[in-house]
């Protein structure tokens, strides 16, 4: 049965933010067997100067079952953020559901630690809950760069660990330049830092490149994160800096850096898109289509 919007948050206002959790904790859809232990899909970046209906029917239209929640044009140039309200995650789960589309990454940005740790504590509990709301595997943090700030940022990510695990939510942070552009960064930020089973890495080898300035290979940095990596960013990059690159077009040696994971463990989870070369929609659409082939290779292989 589906249940509409307006039934939604009635039942919403009765049982309370407990209510609303368990009632959007259902049981996820069967998974796309087509390639195996992977879920390929795409985030919704390439399309962030149209709202992101556009993104998701290029996506669906693409052949992809999996759509990645990232940037938008919308305030907060986000699909999901610490600010977004029930009802509007709510609209983006249906507008999800109506493409078959599921979620296995969002990305939402940053929280108010500066405001103070509970204030951190609670915009990391707004995220989890509209993760939860859209179905989304794993809620992708970008890190921080201000050390003052970095105590506070990971201690909100910790003590919000087992509300998300509660939900079936996994947390992860990516090289994402600053506190952690490296894998060993990112490893110490996991272990030591957060030291929680729910909070783990997701790949960026783009990044890996763009934060070095092209100097550290993706390859051997992969090298670093064995035992950790649960998705990855699929992300190219052209020197100097330029990672609006559809993947398999710039210098990350994918086949290498997807062997090295494996190596490390990564032998199943997400593998989401994150950059097109730039264009119009037709052009996008275009590589959207051309960058699904190339990873579906990678895996077959």
């Known amino acids: 049965m589906t249940t509409t919007r307006r039934e939604f948050l009635g039942q919403s206002a009765r049982f309370g933010a407990a209510g609303l959790a368990a009632f959007t904790l259902g049981a996820s859809a069967s998974e796309d067997s087509t390639n195996g232990p992977w ?117 909100s990510i910790a003590e919000t660990c087992d509300y998300a695990a509660e939900k079936g939510i996994g947390i992860s942070v990516k090289p994402h330049g600053g506190l952690n552009a490296t894998g060993p960064q990112c490893r110490k930020t996991v272990e030591e830092t957060v030291g929680h089973d729910n909070f783990r890495i997701w790949y960026d080898p783009g990044n890996i490149y763009f ?3 092209g100097e550290l290979d993706p390859v051997d940095d992969a090298a670093t994160v064995d035992g950790l990596v649960v998705g990855m960013c699929v992300k190219d990059y052209i020197h100097p800096r330029n990672v609006a690159v559809t993947p398999g077009d710039g210098m990350v040696d994918f086949a290498k850096v997807f062997a090295r994971l494996k190596q490390g463990g990564f032998t199943q989870g997400a593998l989401v898109i994150e950059c097109l070369e730039p264009g119009d929609e037709a052009h996008l659409l275009a590589e959207a289509k051309r960058a699904r082939e190339f990873v579906e290779a990678l895996v077959a292989t």
């Open 39 to 155: 879920k390929i899909g795409i985030y919704t970046r390439p399309w962030d100067r149209y709202d992101y209906r556009v993104a998701l029917d290029a996506i669906a239209e693409a052949g992809y079952s999996y759509a990645g929640l990232m940037t938008t044009q919308s305030d907060t140039r986000l699909v999901i953020s610490q600010q977004t309200t029930p009802e509007q995650a709510l609209e983006v789960a249906e507008e999800c559901q109506q493409r078959n589309l599921k979620v296995p990454s969002v990305y939402g940005g940053g929280i108010p630690v500066s405001e103070s740790l509970e204030a951190g504590i609670a915009g990391m509990r707004r995220l989890i809950d509209n993760c939860d709301i859209v179905k989304a595997e794993n809620l992708l943090m970008g890190g921080i760069g201000n050390e003052d700030l970095y105590e506070a940022y990971y201690k």
């Open 211 to 213: 934060y070095s300035d």
